[in-house]
C-alpha cells in the first residue's frame, strides 16, 4: 500500500487545543472579573481604571502580560474558533476543504496579526 | 415464562439482485425480558419467513457478527433487549456500509481499514531469535505495561464505530474507530517494535487526522473500550511525530 502524505494538521490542531485551554480557562476567568464582578460593584471601583490596566498589560514586565492576553484571550481562541468553523463547513458538506481551510486560518492569521500589532503600538 | 406479548419489528428487507430500492416489513414477535434482537430475529427466519437475511453467530457479545442498526442506533443484536423499547423497533443494516442482502452489510472496506495499519506484534529481530544458536525467549510484560494498552485491546470488530462515525460516513478512506484504536494498542505494547512502520498511516489525512472527535463511537461500543480516546492519544502521537519529522532530514 502506497505511503499517504503527511498531514499538515497537527499545526493547527496544536493552535486549536491551545486555543481550548484558554477558552475553558482564561475566557471564563475575564469575563467573570470585566463582565460580571465590575459591572456588579464587587471589585473596587478603580481596580480596572485605564491607566492602572495599561501599566499592567504594557509597562510593567516589559510590557509581556499584554503579550500573554492578547493570545490567550484574542489569537488562541480565534485560531480554535477557525479551526471548528473549518471542520463544521466539512461536516455540512459546505466546503471541500482548501478553500474553506484558507479563509478559516487566513482570518485567524490576519486578526491575530491585528491583536499582536495593537500590543506593540501599545508599548511605544 | 410463557411468551404472550408480542412486540412489532420493522425490518429492512433489501436483495440487490432483484429489488429496485430497500422496502420495509412488519413481523409480530412474541417477547418476554430475556428476549434479544437477535432471538426475535432468529425467531422470524425460523417460524414466520426463511427468506430473512442476517449475520450471527456466537451470541454471548464476542464475535460481533449481530451488528444492525435497532431505530437508527448501531447496536449489537445479542446484547440490545425487546424490553427496552417502548414501540415498534425498526431494523436496518449497519450505516455507512453496503447492503449485500437485507440486514448484512459488506464489511470488505473496514477490514481492509484493519489491516492497514498492521494490527499484530511487528518484532524486528524476529528472524534472529529462531535460528538454532538462540533459543527463542517468551516476550516479558509486566503488569504495568499490560495496563497501557489492556483498554483498548477488546475490540470485537463488530463495526458499530464505524456506522456511529460521521467521519467515516463521509469519507470512507477515513480509516476509522476500531482500526485507530487497534494502531494505538499496538503502539502501546512493549513487546511490540512497529510503531515507525503504522506511524505513516496515521499521519495521513485519513489517518488520525480524519477524526473529529464526536466521540458516538465510544457511546456505541459494546466494549466500552473508548476508541475516541484511543485516536485522540493517536493524534498527540502524530503530532510528536511531526515535530520530530520537522527535525530529521
Known amino acids: ?30 469575563l467573570l472579573t470585566i463582565a460580571l ?38 489569537c488562541l481562541p480565534l485560531f480554535h474558533a477557525m479551526h471548528r468553523i473549518h471542520h463544521g463547513l466539512h461536516d455540512l458538506k459546505l466546503s471541500s476543504g482548501l478553500l474553506g481551510k484558507i479563509l478559516c486560518y487566513s482570518s485567524a492569521s490576519l486578526f491575530s496579526a491585528l491583536a499582536l500589532y495593537f500590543w506593540w503600538q501599545g508599548l511605544g | 415464562m410463557e411468551k404472550t406479548v408480542e412486540k412489532t419489528l420493522v425490518i429492512q428487507r433489501y436483495n440487490p439482485e432483484q429489488d429496485q430500492r430497500p422496502s420495509q416489513q412488519r413481523y409480530q ?36 457478527s449481530c451488528s444492525v442498526m435497532v431505530n437508527g442506533i448501531p447496536k449489537l443484536g445479542c446484547k440490545t433487549f425487546l424490553r427496552e423499547y417502548s414501540g415498534d423497533l425498526l431494523l436496518e443494516p449497519l450505516a455507512h456500509f453496503a447492503t449485500e442482502k437485507d ?25 534472529a531469535a529462531t535460528t538454532p544458536a538462540t533459543k527463542p525467549q517468551p516476550h516479558k510484560q509486566t503488569p504495568k505495561q499490560l495496563a497501557k494498552y489492556r483498554k483498548f485491546s477488546s475490540c470485537i470488530n463488530c463495526g458499530l464505530c464505524y456506522a456511529a462515525c460521521p467521519q467515516f460516513g463521509l469519507n470512507p478512506e477515513f480509516l476509522g474507530p ?14 511490540d517494535q512497529g510503531k515507525a512502520e503504522r506511524m505513516p498511516q496515521l499521519n495521513g489525512k485519513n489517518g488520525v487526522w480524519g477524526c473529529t472527535f464526536v466521540g458516538f ?13 484511543a485516536v485522540n492519544q493517536g493524534k498527540v502521537a502524530s503530532a510528536t511525530d511531526f515535530v520530530i519529522g520537522l527535525f530529521k532530514p
Open chain 1, 1 to 30: 500500500m502506497n505511503q499517504p502524505k503527511r498531514s499538515d494538521e497537527p499545526i493547527w490542531w496544536a493552535l486549536f487545543s491551545a486555543g481550548g485551554v484558554c477558552f475553558a480557562v482564561v475566557i471564563p476567568g475575564l
Open chain 1, 37 to 74: 464582578l465590575y459591572p456588579l460593584g464587587v471589585l473596587p471601583e478603580n481596580a480596572l481604571n485605564y491607566q492602572q490596566v495599561q501599566q499592567w498589560l504594557l509597562q510593567d514586565w516589559w510590557g509581556l502580560a499584554g503579550l500573554a492576553l492578547a493570545g490567550a484571550a484574542i
Open chain 2, 29 to 64: 414477535v412474541p417477547f418476554d425480558n430475556s428476549t434479544s434482537v437477535l432471538d426475535a430475529l432468529l425467531y422470524i427466519q425460523q417460524s414466520l419467513d426463511p427468506s430473512l437475511a442476517f449475520r450471527w453467530s456466537c451470541r454471548m457479545a464476542i464475535c460481533g
Open chain 2, 103 to 127: 440486514l448484512v452489510s459488506d464489511m470488505t472496506l473496514f477490514l481492509q481499514h484493519l489491516q492497514a495499519v498492521k494490527p499484530y506484534l511487528i518484532r524486528q529481530e524476529q528472524s
Open chain 2, 178 to 191: 476500531a482500526a485507530l484504536t487497534l494502531a494505538q494498542r499496538y503502539n502501546l505494547d512493549n513487546r
Open chain 2, 217 to 229: 463511537c465510544s457511546d456505541v461500543c459494546p466494549k466500552h473500550l473508548d476508541p475516541a480516546a
